[in-house]
C-alpha cells in the first residue's frame, strides 16, 4: 500500500481503542495525523508516541469542531483524510432507555460525526479531493436486543452517509462507511461479555488493529477508486 506522502489526516475518538490504533496505523502509513478527543493527557502521550499532533475538542460541539479546522488548516492547510472515529455504546432494553442515554449515543455518535463532516467538508470540495470514512457498526443494519439508542445511532449514521455520497459524487471527493463487528475494546468492560450469552465473548470479537488495517486499506486506494461501504467481521 502507498504511504500517506504526509497528508494531513484527522481521526477522531483517539483516545479510545479503535481511534487509538487508526492513528497509529496511518501514522505508519506517513500521514500527517491529528489525533482528536477530549481526553488531553491521552491524546498528548499517543501523540508524542507516534509523532501525531494532539487536538482536543469535543465533536458534539458545533463550535469546537470549526475550531479544530482552523488549528488542521492553520498547520496543514487542509485536510486529506477525515475518520470519524469517536462514539459511545450503551446496552439496555428499549424500556429502561431514558432521554439520557439516547441523547449520549445520538451526539456522539451520529451528532459528531455531522459536525466534523460538516466542518471540513467545504475545503475538500473546493480543493476536489479528499477521503472521509465513518465508522460505523453492524448494529447499523442488524438489529439486536438491547441495541436501541445504539442502533438508533448508528442506522442514522448510515442514513446520513448515504445522502453524503449523493452530495459529493462527480466532485472528486470519496466516503466510506465501514461497518465492524463487534472489537474487543474497554467500552465492554463494563458489560462482561463473556459471561453473558446474549453477548458475543471477546475470543469471537475482531481486534482494533483488524478497523485500523481496513482503514488504511481504503486510505491507501488511488483517488479514482472508491469504496462505499466496507462491512467487516470476526472469520
Not at 477530549?38 to 465533536?59: S, T, Y
Not at 458545533?62 to 479546522?69: K, L
Not at 469517536?86 to 432494553?93: E, H, K, S
Request: glycine letters at 14%.
Amino acid at each position: 500500500m502507498s504511504d500517506g506522502g504526509g497528508r494531513a489526516a484527522l481521526v477522531t475518538g483517539a483516545t479510545g481503542g479503535i481511534g487509538e490504533a487508526i492513528v497509529r496505523r496511518l501514522a505508519a502509513d506517513g500521514f500527517h495525523v491529528f489525533a482528536g478527543g477530549r481526553r488531553r493527557q491521552r491524546l498528548e502521550r499517543l501523540a508524542a508516541d507516534v509523532g501525531a499532533v494532539a487536538l482536543p475538542f469535543d465533536v458534539t460541539s458545533e463550535t469546537e469542531a470549526a475550531g479544530a479546522r482552523t488549528v488542521v488548516e492553520g498547520e496543514a492547510g487542509g485536510l486529506a483524510l477525515l475518520v470519524n472515529a469517536a462514539g459511545v455504546f450503551d446496552l439496555a432494553p428499549v424500556t429502561d432507555t431514558g432521554d439520557a442515554v439516547l441523547n449520549r449515543n445520538l451526539d456522539a455518535n451520529l451528532k459528531g460525526a455531522f459536525n466534523v463532516t460538516r466542518a471540513f467538508l467545504p475545503a475538500m470540495l473546493a480543493a476536489g479531493s479528499g477521503l472521509v470514512i465513518q465508522v460505523g457498526s453492524v448494529a447499523g443494519w442488524r438489529a439486536f436486543p438491547g441495541n436501541g439508542a445504539y442502533s438508533a445511532s448508528k442506522y442514522g449514521l448510515r442514513g446520513f452517509h448515504e445522502v453524503l455520497l449523493e452530495e459529493i459524487r462527480g466532485t472528486g471527493v470519496r466516503a466510506c462507511l465501514l461497518e465492524p463487528g463487534a472489537v474487543d475494546t474497554p467500552i465492554w468492560d463494563p458489560l462482561s461479555p463473556d459471561s453473558s450469552p446474549h453477548l458475543p465473548g471477546r475470543g469471537e470479537m475482531l481486534r482494533p488493529d483488524d478497523v485500523a488495517h481496513a482503514v488504511g486499506f481504503v486510505a491507501g486506494l488511488p483517488a479514482a477508486v472508491t469504496v462505499p461501504l466496507l462491512r467487516i467481521e470476526r472469520a
